[in-house]
Structures are given as structure tokens and as C-alpha cells.
């Protein structure tokens, strides 16, 4: 067939001129030897979900940084306590999901919360039974393939690839039952109103055990709320307790308060997400209260998509719409499995600023 040449178009078109300091794509030259801070560094030109992890660590960087600094109001500041919002420049929330804490993630943020390196967490009730159960009995490696119908035979239930024997449940209800109705009892004789966050305080005290993220919130008066503390373990001993012992109550709407006006009391916020679901539009929400339409930092890590409208997997700029985040905050989603990605993050956020971050600002 003959081609006539007038009828080929060109495809290729000339290029406009990105701007001179548009970062290069360029990947870690393992011939210069096996430096993994240097490694984690390059991951910000690498392209796809690991330059997403490069900008996340940007983030949480500017947030510590931001977080070192004294707040405006000085003066007035350092006459609140000292785990108050106000007395730094920047309050760093962390929200997580209950699988992190099966997983091996729990050790990361008892070790953010033991060097007083974030300020607010929020969790599911597994988040916090899970943190508590591991200090009396062990989860072990299994496979995401084994039988369901073998395991429940054997007692065992299985969490992805990880296994919780059933009878950590057991041992968790002894545990528990007899500070519950210490809790009844001053409920019923001293008034004491008991919340989500304040229960979860006093078992961080009862546990007494330096392995735990509860054990070391107490210990640096740092806040855990878990508004659906019912849904799990910590829910099935509530109902338990109550067949025998009913009375206890706990109050809700105090603790959406002393989240809400966390968030409100703050100079600026940085929202780092592990996860979704209840945890993660917590602290999304809790940030539409405040003056400057929302967080100046958000550093989001899941896997879930936002297809379906589901608000674990909404992007930042879906909470800019709702003014949670603000439309110039610094922002990111890493599309990836948290276990993986988060220990990475802290190793060259966080963990390079452990002995300033210790320290309160005011106190330097």
C-alpha cells in the first residue's frame, strides 16, 4: 500500500520547560555501599507510592519542627499543665487501628508515646485491649490461609497472618474484672464519672508494664480516646460485668469535649492517620472545630480506596471540603500497608529528634 507522506502526522510535540528546580527521578545507587538513611532519603525522587513516603516524612518533619518551637502566647501558656495543647507550637494527633497494635507497629508508638513524641491518640477498642492483652500472653506469626473453621477448633483466632490464643481473653477478664468494680464502686461512693479516655488512663496505671502504649500514656499524661470502646473485648467484659454488676457508666460526650477543645486550644495541628475508619475521622473531625479550618499537617498511610465513598479511603483534600485540614496544609496519602512504611517514617522523622522532643519547650 502506498503512504502518502503528507497523511503521517507527528506524534511527538514540543516540550514546555518544567521549572529549573522540578525534582529528577532518580533511585538509590546501591554501588555506593548500603546506607539505609541515605536509602530512606531517596525515596522522595523515587517516584510512585515511595515518593509519597518521601513527602510524608517531609511533613511529619515540619510538624517536629514546628512542635519544638514556643508557642506565640508564651506567657500564657505556661500556666496550663503541662500536657495542655497550648503550650506548644504545634499538637501532634496520631490515630491507629486495632490490627496495627496486633502487629508488631505497637512497639513504634510505645515508643512515640514513651519519648512524649506525639500529644493526642485515638484508637478502637482493640487498639487498646490488644496493647493491654499482649502484656499477659503472646500473639504469634500464622498465615492468612489457615482454615478458619481448624483454627476455631483450636481456640485460636486469627488476625491477618497472626494468631491471638483464646485464652488471652481469659486471662484479660480476670485482669480486668476486679478495676472494674473498684470503678463501680467509686462511680457509686465519690461521683467519679468515668470516660473512655480517663478508663483507659487508669488500666494504662493497673498494667504497670513498660511494654505497653496505655502503661506509658499514663505515665506522660498523654490522652487516648476511643470513643467505640464498647466494640471489641474491653465491650464483651462491659456486658459481662453488668449481668452481675450493672450501674457502671461512661460518658462519651466528656471525652468528644476534651478531644474537640484540644484541637481548638492549639496554635497549629499535625494529623498523622495509620489506617481508617472511626479512629481516623475522629481526628479529622475534631479538627473542623478549630479557627483555621482545620490541621496544617496531615500525613495519611492505608491501603483503602476512595471509590466507594467510604471515609477511610477520602484523601486529604476530600477533609479540606469539610474544613478539617486546611486548603494550605501540608498534605499527603502513602497508598500502602502501614506495617510496613510507618517504622520507616519514624526512622528518619521522629526518631532523629527523640532527645529534643523529650523535652517540654517550655522547659528548655
Request: with cysteine.
Amino acid at each position: 500500500m502506498e503512504i502518502h507522506n503528507a497523511r503521517i502526522m507527528p506524534i511527538y510535540r514540543k516540550t514546555v520547560p518544567l521549572p529549573d528546580d522540578t525534582p529528577k527521578v532518580r533511585g538509590y545507587d546501591f554501588n555506593n555501599g548500603v546506607d539505609h538513611r541515605a536509602l530512606l532519603q531517596s525515596y522522595f525522587n523515587t517516584g510512585l507510592q515511595a515518593s509519597n513516603i518521601g513527602v510524608a516524612m517531609n511533613i511529619i518533619n515540619s510538624m517536629i519542627e514546628k512542635r519544638k518551637q514556643l508557642p506565640k502566647d508564651d506567657d500564657e501558656a505556661k500556666k496550663c499543665p503541662s500536657n495542655c495543647s497550648c503550650r506548644k507550637a504545634c499538637t501532634i494527633f496520631l490515630s491507629y487501628t486495632s490490627n496495627l497494635v496486633s502487629s508488631g507497629i505497637r512497639e513504634t508508638i510505645k515508643y512515640l508515646v514513651q519519648h512524649k513524641m506525639v500529644d493526642i491518640l485515638v484508637t478502637t477498642a482493640g487498639g487498646i485491649e490488644e496493647d493491654l492483652i499482649k502484656c499477659m500472653g503472646s500473639v504469634y506469626m500464622g498465615d492468612f490461609t489457615l482454615p478458619g473453621k481448624d483454627l476455631f477448633k483450636n481456640g485460636i483466632n486469627r488476625i491477618g497472618n497472626m494468631l491471638m490464643p483464646d485464652e488471652n481473653y481469659t486471662t484479660f477478664q480476670k485482669w480486668m474484672t476486679p478495676i472494674l468494680e473498684q470503678m463501680l464502686h467509686e462511680q457509686t461512693t465519690e461521683g467519679t464519672v468515668w470516660t473512655p479516655s480517663k478508663m483507659i488512663h487508669r488500666f494504662g496505671k493497673e498494667i504497670n508494664n513498660p511494654d505497653s502504649i496505655c502503661y506509658w500514656a499514663y505515665k506522660n499524661e498523654i490522652p487516648i480516646f476511643s470513643p467505640a470502646l464498647t466494640d471489641g473485648a474491653i465491650g464483651d467484659l462491659f456486658f459481662l460485668f453488668s449481668v452481675d454488676n450493672p450501674g457502671l457508666i461512661l460518658d462519651i460526650i466528656k471525652d468528644i469535649w476534651e478531644l474537640n477543645i484540644r484541637a481548638v486550644t492549639a496554635e497549629s495541628t499535625g494529623l498523622i492517620v495509620l489506617g481508617g475508619g472511626l479512629s481516623k475521622h475522629q481526628i479529622c473531625n475534631a479538627n473542623a472545630w478549630v479557627s483555621r479550618n482545620g490541621a496544617e499537617y496531615a500525613v495519611y498511610i492505608n491501603t483503602a480506596q476512595e471509590f466507594d465513598g467510604c471515609d477511610s479511603g477520602a484523601r486529604p483534600d476530600e477533609a479540606v471540603s469539610w474544613g478539617k485540614i486546611t486548603a494550605e496544609a501540608q498534605s499527603v496519602k502513602v497508598f500502602a500497608d502501614a506495617s510496613i512504611v510507618f517504622p520507616l517514617i519514624v526512622a528518619e522523622t521522629f526518631a532523629r529528634h527523640v532527645d529534643k522532643m523529650t523535652l517540654d519547650p517550655g522547659d528548655e
